[in-house]
């Protein structure tokens, strides 16, 4: 098969995360805190699928995320398929089975995406040391929310593949 299905499945639950949090986030908007949950996404479609299957299904998680939320467009495209790359290429070295390792990469692509964000608003807000506070409790609330939501997350994102009926293990790379 040229796709793997199990991309439709990770897409409706990074469609899932992607708008449960942006409900969160609505919640706390009135106390100006905000959670940044994007790291789950990337998670388990690097450890999971092959390198086809994990450019489609990064790419149209990147496209939604891009499209749903106030940044340059493409910026979170962009950085899921590089993250989702950068994974994928270390996952020999992590274990999928339990959710400490993918918990971990997590947290990991994140941070990274709360970089991404805090650089794309411009350098200008840099000397402002409220911009700074502000991506400090970000930062902060985000991993703390994290600790209870990834674990979540993964083991829904195995529980939707059980139902489904389709394969439940990682594809192996194929060796040369």
Avoid: K
Wanted: proline fraction near 6%; hydrophobic fraction near 60%.
């Amino acid at each position: 098969m040229l796709l793997d299905p199990r991309i439709i499945i990770l897409f409706g639950a990074n469609a899932l995360l992607l708008f449960l949090s942006s409900l969160v986030n609505s919640s706390l908007a009135a106390l100006c805190l905000y959670v940044v949950l994007l790291g789950p996404m990337i998670v388990l479609p690097a450890l999971y699928l092959h390198h086809r299957s994990l450019t489609a299904c990064m790419l149209i998680s990147g496209l939604w995320v891009d499209a749903s939320l106030p940044a340059p467009f493409g910026l979170f495209t962009c950085a899921f398929l590089l993250l989702g790359t950068l994974i994928s290429l270390a996952r020999i070295r992590f274990r999928s089975e339990s959710n400490y390792h993918p918990t971990l990469l997590a947290h990991a692509a994140n941070l990274s995406c709360i970089a991404l964000i805090t650089i794309a608003t411009g350098i200008q807000h840099f000397a402002i040391p409220a911009f700074w506070l502000q991506v400090l409790l970000t930062t902060l609330l985000s991993h703390a929310a994290l600790l209870v939501v990834a674990p979540w997350f993964f083991n829904l994102e195995r529980l939707l593949f059980e139902l489904c009926h389709v394969a439940t293990e990682p594809d192996d790379f194929p060796t040369l």
